[in-house]
């Protein structure tokens, strides 16, 4: 059975000469043509991403006002190691007042200190 890859003829593996009138190399062609105007069939896949969004909300104790961080990124090794813990040294101030804070964890909650 002859095959048509890459624009040339192959028969058992082996290429063979383009051959002026070959109703088999034709036929080939012709259905090559046929499959590019209608089309090939694409199969479509998607592959399960796991993602986290980590949340921060707090009260400025100087100025009183309520500051929002959030973060999305994707879960891999460099979350596991820093945790939430390299999230929320990220940016320890009030977004309003400026007030610069400290990361500490007291009675196991995690606290921003002055």
């Not at 090939?40 to 961080?69: A, M």
């Not at 990124?73 to 813990?85: R, T």
């Amino acid at each position: 059975m002859m095959t048509l890859i890459n624009g040339r003829f192959y028969v058992n593996g082996m290429e063979v000469p383009v051959e002026i009138g070959n109703k088999e190399q034709i036929a080939l062609l012709k259905e090559r043509q046929k499959t590019m105007v209608e089309g090939v069939d694409v199969n479509v896949s998607v592959d399960e991403v796991r993602t986290y969004t980590i949340r921060l909300t707090f009260h400025c104790p100087s100025c009183g006002r309520h500051n929002l961080y959030e973060d999305d990124g994707y879960e891999d090794e460099e979350f596991a190691e820093d945790g939430v813990e390299g999230f929320l040294n990220l940016d320890p101030e009030c977004r309003y007042c400026k007030q610069q804070f400290n990361l500490g964890i007291r009675d196991g909650k995690y606290k921003y200190m002055l």
